[in-house]
C-alpha cells in the first residue's frame, strides 16, 4: 500500500476538504502550506512551484488527485498529474465534492485526468453517501473514505512505458 502520498487539489476551493482527508491519517502527505506560504512560493513564479511540487512529490510513493469541483480546470492540478505520470508514479482520483467544507458539500466535478493528453485508466473513487432524502451525507462520505483511503492507495494506475 502506498503510505506516503502527494495530494493534488485546488487550494482556494478545496483546502477545507483536503484537511478532513488528512485527518484521517490513514496516510502520510505532503505537508499543506497555509495560505501565507503559498503565496510566498507563489509570488516568486513558475519555476519556484514547479521546484516545490518537484520536491514534494519526489519521495512519494503516489499521487492522489482529490476531485472537487473545479480541480480539472487548475493548471498546477494539470500540472502534478503530468509530473506524476512521467515520474510513473501510481496516480489515482478520489472525488471529495461530498464532504462538508464550512457546513456545505459541493457539486461533482470533471474528470481531470481526461484533461491531460496521453493519459487513460486512471481509476477515481467515490466515497459519496446519500442519506435516505437523496442528499449528500457528508459525515457517511467522510466514514466511507475513512475506511477505504489506504487501499485505494494501492490501487492507482502507473505508466508502463
Not at 476551493?13 to 502550506?33: S, Y
Amino acid at each position: 500500500m502506498a503510505r506516503t502520498v502527494f495530494y493534488s487539489f485546488h487550494y482556494e476551493r478545496d483546502v477545507h476538504r483536503v484537511q478532513l482527508v488528512r485527518n484521517v491519517n490513514a496516510l502520510e502527505g505532503q505537508p499543506l502550506l497555509n495560505s501565507q506560504h503559498w503565496e510566498e512560493v507563489r509570488r516568486q513564479g513558475q519555476k519556484s512551484i514547479e521546484s516545490w511540487i518537484d520536491k514534494e512529490m519526489a519521495y512519494k510513493r503516489a499521487v492522489i488527485v482529490l476531485i472537487g469541483s473545479q480541480t480539472a480546470t487548475r493548471d498546477w492540478v494539470l500540472y502534478e498529474i503530468e509530473r506524476a505520470w512521467a515520474l510513473k508514479k501510481p496516480l489515482l482520483g478520489v472525488r471529495i465534492h461530498g464532504l462538508s467544507s464550512m457546513g456545505a458539500v459541493d457539486a461533482p466535478g470533471a474528470n481531470p485526468f481526461q484533461a491531460v493528453s496521453g493519459i487513460s485508466g486512471v481509476p477515481i473513487f467515490d466515497p459519496t453517501e446519500t442519506g435516505w432524502n437523496g442528499r449528500i451525507d457528508s459525515k457517511a462520505t467522510f466514514n466511507k473514505m475513512s475506511r477505504n483511503l489506504e487501499s485505494w492507495s494501492s490501487q492507482g494506475k502507473v505508466r508502463l512505458w
